[in-house]
C-alpha cells in the first residue's frame, strides 16, 4: 500500500517522480515508445511502397487499434485477476518476439501488404494486452490522490516519444530500410522487461477464490452498464477516436500525395503532432483546474477539426505540421481527460476492466474511422475525407449538449473492509447458493419520499456490485416496516459483493441508516434457497457454534 503525502507534494505535476518505481518504468517505456513509434514509421511507409490502393495504407492504423477493440475487455479481466506485473512481463515478452520476426522477414524480403498488417495486428494485440495491466498499475505505484498527474505524465512521455521518434523513424527507414526500423523495436522491449522483472509490488493479499474470465468479464460490464457518468465517457471517447483517427490513418498520404514528400517528410509531421502532444500534456494539469471537463473536451474537438481541415487543404508541409501542432494537443487533452475521469471514477477492484472497456470504446472508435475514412479517400482523395472527418469532428462536440461529461470530483473509493463474515449455523461452501438477502428498515411515513430516492441509488449500487434481482418491497399490514431483497448466485459472491463496497458507498449506506426509525439497527436476514425435489442435496447444520 502506498502512503498518502502532504498535499503541497500533491499539487505538483511532477510528484510521482518522487516514487522510485514509476520512475523506472517511466523511463524504460519512453525507450519502449521510442521503438514502437519508429516501427510505426516503417510500417506507414513500407506500405505506401507495396500496397496497390490507399485503403491498404489506412488499414495500417486500423490494425494497430482494432486488437484494443477486439481483445481489451479480456485484458482487462486478466489485469484485475492475475499479477499484473507477470501480465506486462508476459506481453513484452511475446511483442519482442513478433517484432524480431517482423524484422526477419522484411530483411528476407518475405513482406506483403497481408503480411505486414498481420504482424502489426500481432504486435498491437500484445499492446492490448499490456495497456490495461499498465494503467491499473498506475495505482499500484503511486498514491491516488497523485493519479491525475502520473497519467499526465504517461502521456507526456508518450508524446515526447512522438515529438521526435517519428522524425528518428523517417531517417532510419530513408537511410537503411523498413527492416533497420523493426529490429530497433524489438531491441527497445528490453529495458522494460528487466524492469518489470526486478520490481515487486506490496499486493493485497487474496483470500477469495479468483473469478472466472467470463464472470469477471460480465461483472466489469454490469459495472459500467450501471455508472451512468462511465457510460458518457465512453460515447465520446468512440466519438473522438472515429473522427480525430482520420488524421492519423491519412497523414501518409498527406505526406506523400498533398505536400508530395517522402518518408522523411511523413516523420517530421508526426513530430510535429508529437511536439504538440507534449505541450497538451504540460497544461492538462492546470487546463483541469482553470476548465470544467465539458468545456476541455469540446475545445479538443473543434482543435481537432481545424487540424483536419488544415491538412485538407493545405499543399505545404510546414503549414500542415503547423496544424498537427494543435491537433496532437487536443488529441492529449481530450484522451488524457477521458483517462482520468475513468480511472478517478473507479474503484481499484474493477479498474483494470473499465479501463479496457474504455479503450474498447475509443480505440474501436479509431479503427472504424481509419476503415471508413480509407473507404471515403480511395474513393474521392485523402483532401475530402479529412473534410468530411473535420465535420464529424464538431458533430461530435455538439454531442456534449446532450451528453455532457460529469464535474471534476474526487471520491474515496478505497475498499470499505467493514463487512465481517457472519456466524452461520449451517455447513455452507463457497459455491452453495443461490443466497437470499432480505434486510428490513423502519421508516416514518414523513421520510418515505427521502428513503425511496435514496434506496433507488442504493439498489444501482447493489446491482453494479454484483447483486440479483433487487427489490423494494412495503409491507400492506404495517406500512413502516420496508424490506430490500436481491440474490447473489453463492456464498463466496455474496462476500465479494460485500468486499466490493467502497467509502463513497457508505455515504448512502449512512443515509438510510439515519432514515431508520427502529430501536435496533435494520434487520439482515441471509437464506439459502432450496428446491424441494427429491434428491436435493441438503446443507447440514454444523456442530454447536460459539458465539
Not at 379 to 391: D, F, P, R, S
Amino acid at each position: 500500500m502506498i502512503d498518502d503525502e502532504p498535499e503541497s507534494e500533491r499539487v505538483s505535476a511532477l510528484a510521482p517522480f518522487r516514487h522510485g518505481i514509476f520512475r523506472a518504468v517511466w523511463s524504460a517505456s519512453l525507450v519502449s515508445n521510442f521503438g514502437g513509434l519508429i516501427q510505426g514509421v516503417g510500417a506507414a511507409w513500407m506500405m505506401t511502397t507495396i500496397a496497390t490502393s490507399p485503403y491498404q495504407v489506412a488499414l495500417v492504423q486500423a490494425s494497430t487499434t482494432l486488437p484494443i477493440m477486439l481483445f481489451a475487455l479480456v485484458a482487462g479481466a486478466i489485469a484485475d485477476s492475475f499479477n499484473r506485473r507477470k501480465v506486462m512481463l508476459v506481453a513484452q515478452t511475446f511483442m519482442l518476439v513478433v517484432s524480431a520476426l517482423l524484422t526477419l522477414f522484411t530483411w528476407l524480403g518475405w513482406m506483403t501488404p497481408w503480411t505486414l498488417l498481420a504482424f502489426t495486428f500481432l504486435i498491437d494485440s500484445g499492446t492490448a494486452l499490456n495497456s490495461p495491466s499498465w494503467q491499473a498499475s498506475v495505482g499500484d505505484m503511486v498514491p491516488r490522490a497523485k493519479v491525475p498527474a502520473a497519467v499526465a505524465l504517461n502521456s507526456l512521455g508518450f508524446n515526447i516519444t512522438r515529438s521526435v521518434g517519428p522524425a528518428i523513424g523517417g531517417i532510419i527507414v530513408a537511410a537503411a530500410g523498413a527492416a533497420a526500423a523493426f529490429a530497433a523495436n524489438a531491441v527497445s522491449y528490453i529495458g522494460l522487461i528487466v524492469v518489470l522483472a526486478r520490481w515487486k509490488p506490496a499486493l493485497p493479499e487474496q483470500t477469495l477464490p479468483r473469478e472466472s474470465l467470463g464472470a469477471a468479464m460480465g461483472a466489469g460490464l454490469r459495472y459500467v452498464a450501471m455508472s451512468p457518468n462511465i457510460a458518457k465517457v465512453l460515447v465520446r471517447g468512440s466519438a473522438f477516436g472515429f473522427s480525430a483517427g482520420a488524421v492519423l490513418a491519412l497523414l501518409p498520404l498527406v505526406a506523400r500525395d498533398v505536400v508530395k514528400g517522402d518518408a522523411l517528410t511523413y516523420g517530421i509531421m508526426l513530430g510535429a503532432f508529437g511536439i504538440g502532444a507534449v505541450g497538451g500534456a504540460l497544461i492538462s494539469v492546470r487546463l483541469r483546474q482553470l476548465l470544467s471537463s465539458e468545456v476541455m473536451v469540446r475545445m479538443a474537438f473543434c482543435g481537432f477539426a481545424l487540424c483536419a481541415f488544415n491538412a485538407a487543404v493545405s499543399h505545404n508541409a510546414w503549414q500542415t505540421s503547423a496544424g498537427l501542432l494543435i491537433g496532437g494537443a487536443c488529441w492529449v487533452i481530450a484522451l488524457s481527460h477521458f483517462n482520468v475521469t475513468v480511472q478517478m471514477s473507479t474503484p481499484r477492484w474493477v479498474v483494470g476492466r473499465v479501463l479496457s472497456i474504455y479503450q474498447t470504446a475509443t480505440f474501436g472508435g479509431i479503427a472504424l474511422g481509419s476503415w471508413i475514412w480509407g473507404v471515403v479517400a480511395d474513393a474521392h482523395g485523402a483532401e475530402t475525407a479529412l473534410i468530411a472527418a473535420a465535420v464529424a469532428m464538431l458533430a461530435g462536440g455538439a454531442v456534449g449538449f446532450v451528453l455532457p461529461l460529469p464535474r471534476q470530483t474526487v471520491l474515496n473509493l478505497d475498499p470499505l473492509n467493514r463487512f465481517k463474515e457472519p456466524m452461520l449455523a449451517l455447513d455452507l461452501k463457497p459455491r452453495s447458493g443461490p443466497i437470499a438477502i432480505m434486510i428490513e428498515y423502519i421508516i416514518r411515513e414523513d421520510d418515505v419520499r427521502e428513503f425511496l430516492a435514496t434506496m433507488a441509488e442504493r439498489g444501482r449500487i447493489r446491482r453494479r456490485d454484483g447483486a440479483r434481482n433487487w427489490t423494494l418491497a412495503r409491507d400492506l399490514e404495517n406500512p413502516s416496516v420496508w424490506i430490500e431483497h436481491y440474490h447473489t448466485p453463492t456464498w463466496v459472491e455474496y462476500i465479494r459483493h460485500n468486499r466490493r463496497a467502497t467509502h463513497a458507498d457508505a455515504v448512502v449506506g449512512e443515509r438510510i441508516r439515519g432514515l431508520h426509525s427502529g430501536e435496533n439497527p435494520p434487520r439482515v436476514r441471509r437464506m439459502i434457497e432450496r428446491p424441494t425435489t427429491a434428491g436435493t442435496t441438503l446443507v447440514s447444520p454444523k456442530g454447536p457454534i460459539d458465539h
